[in-house]
């Protein structure tokens, strides 16, 4: 019998500290990688502290990998996303213009200094540019 309560409570703190090392919301939320701030998740928080309650340093490294990768976060409402349209050759700029207008909302010009418009291989290639232009452009621009 107590040889069983001992491999129970083994793999139990296997298991936590396999979780807490991974950090919780890399674990639920693998989607939310990338993300650079916003509002704390606080199921997150809390499933990353339970890391604390056994040993710190799986605690601290919970919260670590969590905010490394940004899965810590709560979905925000501007958050940048990959649409994929393949263009024919025959698009001229006002067509490619209307188009990003229609799907932004708002008017797009080309001549702005601040769009750029690359061809991308893949789309996993695409997604990393959008990972690493800065979600949070327009607040970064404000300062300036």
């Known amino acids: 019998m107590h040889l069983a309560i001992r491999r129970w409570l083994t793999g139990a703190v296997i298991g936590v500290s396999i979780v807490s090392l991974s950090g919780c919301g890399t ?4 989607e939310r990688k990338g993300q650079m701030s916003g509002d704390i ?3 997150i928080a ?3 502290g339970v890391g604390l309650l056994f040993f ?3 605690g601290v490294i919970a919260y670590a990998v969590d905010f490394s990768n940004g899965t810590i976060y ?3 409402r501007n958050s940048a996303s990959v649409d994929v349209h393949h263009l024919d050759d025959a698009m001229d700029v006002a067509a490619l213009e209307k188009l990003l207008s229609d799907k932004a909302g708002q008017p797009v010009s080309l001549e702005n200094e601040l769009v750029m418009i690359e061809e991308m291989d893949s789309l996993d290639e ?3 540019m959008v990972r690493m232009s800065g979600v ?3 607040e970064a621009l ?3």
Request: glycine share 4%; proline share 16%; net charge negative.
């Open 27 to 30: 674990l639920f939320h693998p």
């Open 41 to 43: 998740d606080p199921a």
């Open 46 to 48: 809390i499933a990353n």
């Open 56 to 58: 710190i340093v799986p």
């Open 74 to 76: 709560l979905p925000g």
């Open 126 to 128: 695409a997604l990393a």
């Open 136 to 138: 949070m452009d327009e």
């Open 142 to 144: 404000s300062i300036l």
